[in-house]
């Protein structure tokens, strides 16, 4: 099985439901909190170049163009692109997938790299990781938005790929910092997101299944 051609499959067939089905169309709240959090750790975006990695239908592309940011967001899925073009008009999107074009930018490119939800699909992580190291500028930084995933979270048609993507289910964000540390990072933060966790907790405090709990892992050339 090719795992990244069926997932970007999957993603092509999900774009148009993506944002309700997985909650990332969240409530206005709570997207307030997320803009919080990344700021904490990453301060204002004036003036610095940011790439979103598996931006989806753009969720953290909007939240860095808001807060300054000169922002790039690249999806492996044309259709999850188009949709973050229509919901975030002041970011740029395109379609990339990171994994495969390595030629797509040229060293130094950015001052922010980051990702939410997504490292988990990778099939060689510290070859993207070493891809983003390239691409930042001395002193730029990695930002990594994440959750404690269990097997039990890959549903449906996600299953198939659990055990094929070293990152899928980790319960901790040990992993993620440790092969940070082997693409030649310095990690600068390392923590919950709690404010985000505590809103999700209340927000879904009905729901069958309880929300994963997120962290942010940042990382510095």
């Known amino acids: 099985m090719n795992v990244a051609d069926e997932m970007r499959k999957l993603y092509e067939r999900e774009a148009s439901q993506y944002d309700s089905?997985?909650?990332?169309?969240?409530?206005?709240?709570?997207r307030a909190l997320y803009a919080q959090e990344i700021a904490q750790d990453l301060g204002e975006g004036a003036g610095r170049k940011a790439l979103d990695?598996?931006?989806?239908?753009?969720?953290?592309?909007?939240?860095l163009s808001e807060n300054g940011y000169q922002v790039t967001?690249?999806?492996?899925?044309?259709?999850?692109?188009?949709?973050a073009k229509k919901n975030y008009p002041l970011a740029t999107f395109a379609k990339l997938d990171i994994e495969k074009d390595d030629q797509a930018y040229?060293?130094?490119?950015?001052?922010?790299?980051?990702?939410?939800?997504?490292?988990?699909?990778?099939v060689d992580p510290i070859a993207a990781f070493c891809r983003w190291h390239r691409w930042l500028a001395s002193g730029g930084q990695v930002a990594v938005i994440d959750a404690l995933?269990?097997?039990?979270?890959?549903?449906?048609?996600?299953?198939?790929f659990v055990d094929y993507l070293p990152l899928a289910c980790?319960?901790?964000?040990?992993t993620v910092s440790y092969l940070l540390r082997q693409a030649q990072f310095a990690i600068k933060a390392e923590r919950f997101l709690d404010q985000v966790n505590e809103d999700e907790a209340q927000r879904l405090v009905s729901a069958v299944k309880k929300p994963s709990v997120r962290y942010i892992v940042v990382a510095q050339k």
């Open 21 to 30: 089905k997985y909650d990332v169309n969240v409530p206005p709240k709570t």
């Open 106 to 122: 040229k060293n130094g490119s950015f001052d922010l790299i980051i990702t939410r939800q997504v490292v988990g699909h990778f």
């Open 149 to 160: 995933w269990s097997r039990e979270d890959w549903e449906g048609d996600w299953k198939k």
């Open 170 to 174: 980790t319960q901790t964000w040990a």
């Open 73 to 83: 967001g690249i999806d492996f899925s044309q259709n999850m692109v188009s949709v």
């Open 53 to 63: 990695v598996g931006t989806g239908t753009g969720f953290v592309a909007g939240i």
